[in-house]
């Protein structure tokens, strides 16, 4: 065979091949086997606990969910494969598939999505009891009940108010000056992110991780009196670009959108300083 017929050779096999993953897969081609033949996608993550949802997601009962991350890259690899792939538990939201305790992911974006916190059994309960916002107090000291320690903590939560400046009402911490606002917690690997929510960390360089140990400090945000801000730009619905190619919102003060992360063009690299 001459060498200048190998390159066609091979692209003529990716467009037989059509990969994709069972979510997103036209009618017809891998979407017309029976589901018997659906294998689990590719497994992926620390200790490969996890499985890909998509080319840019890798998501665990016990890791939580990676976006546009280094551990999401073997799942590109599915792309190459002949046959569909199926990961998660139940449906849920839009065509998705529960993937995490409390996080629903299609092959594009992941939320959060109390629907999915019944997934599994009592592992999925205690991980979802550890990404609470209430921490956990320890045995009571005999000078105060646990009752009382209850009803400071709801008190201190009520005067704090606290909220990331894209979900706060008007008046109080969004009164203040916009030169006042402080940049949210830096969060992740190295603390190379910030924290765009209480169960999301996201960097330019990192990628997005939702619901990971990676998030943990985020929830610290809810005890700080001043509001935060982290992103460059608007996107979505009441989201901003929160690493190359990823919107991410906090779900809350009015937005349509749940707390999650998605894939969004205008959020591409050249477009992050616009």
């Known amino acids: 065979m001459a060498e200048p017929s190998l390159p066609l050779s091979f692209?003529?096999?990716?467009?037989?091949?059509?990969?994709?993953?069972?979510?997103?897969?036209?009618?017809?081609?891998?979407?017309?086997?029976?589901?018997?033949?659906?294998?689990?996608?590719?497994?992926?993550?620390?200790?490969?606990?996890g499985n890909c949802f998509g080319p840019g997601i890798c998501c665990g009962a016990e890791l939580g969910c990676y976006?546009?991350?280094?551990?999401?890259?073997?799942?590109?690899?599915?792309d190459f494969l002949p046959s569909p792939c199926q990961a998660g538990g139940q449906p849920c939201g839009a065509g998705g598939r529960c993937a995490a305790p409390g996080i629903c992911c299609s092959a594009e974006t992941c939320a959060m999505d109390s629907a999915c916190l019944d997934q599994g059994s009592d592992g999925a309960q205690e991980?979802?009891?550890?990404?609470?916002?209430?921490?956990?107090?320890?045995?009571?000291p005999a000078?105060?009940?646990?009752?009382?320690?209850?009803?400071?903590?709801?008190?201190?939560?009520?005067?704090?108010s606290a909220c990331y400046i894209q979900?706060?009402?008007?008046?109080g911490?969004?009164?203040?000056?916009?030169?006042?606002?402080?940049?949210?917690?830096?969060?992740?690997?190295?603390?190379?992110?910030?924290?765009?929510?209480?169960?999301?960390?996201?960097?330019e360089e990192l990628g997005c991780y939702i619901g990971?140990?990676?998030?943990?400090?985020?929830?610290?945000?809810?005890?700080?009196?001043?509001?935060?801000?982290s992103g460059r730009k608007a996107c979505g619905s009441g989201g901003s670009c929160a690493a190359?190619?990823?919107?991410?919102?906090?779900?809350?003060?009015?937005?349509?959108?749940?707390e999650g992360c998605g894939t969004d063009s205008s959020c591409d690299q050249e477009m992050l300083f616009v």
């Open 173 to 203: 911490k969004r009164a203040v000056l916009d030169m006042d606002i402080r940049k949210c917690l830096p969060c992740g690997p190295r603390n190379k992110g910030r924290c765009f929510g209480p169960n999301i960390c996201c960097g």
């Open 127 to 140: 991980a979802a009891e550890e990404k609470n916002l209430t921490p956990k107090i320890s045995p009571c």
């Open 167 to 171: 979900n706060c009402p008007i008046g």
């Open 212 to 229: 990971t140990s990676d998030t943990l400090r985020c929830q610290e945000e809810n005890f700080l009196p001043t509001p935060c801000e």
């Open 11 to 49: 692209l003529c096999l990716l467009a037989l091949s059509s990969a994709c993953y069972i979510q997103n897969c036209p009618r017809g081609g891998k979407r017309a086997l029976p589901d018997a033949a659906l294998r689990q996608c590719m497994p992926c993550g620390p200790g490969n606990r």
């Open 143 to 160: 000078a105060m009940s646990c009752k009382a320690l209850a009803l400071c903590l709801l008190g201190l939560l009520a005067l704090s």
């Open 244 to 258: 190359p190619g990823i919107c991410c919102s906090t779900g809350e003060g009015g937005t349509a959108s749940r």
């Open 67 to 78: 976006l546009g991350t280094a551990e999401t890259r073997r799942c590109a690899e599915e």
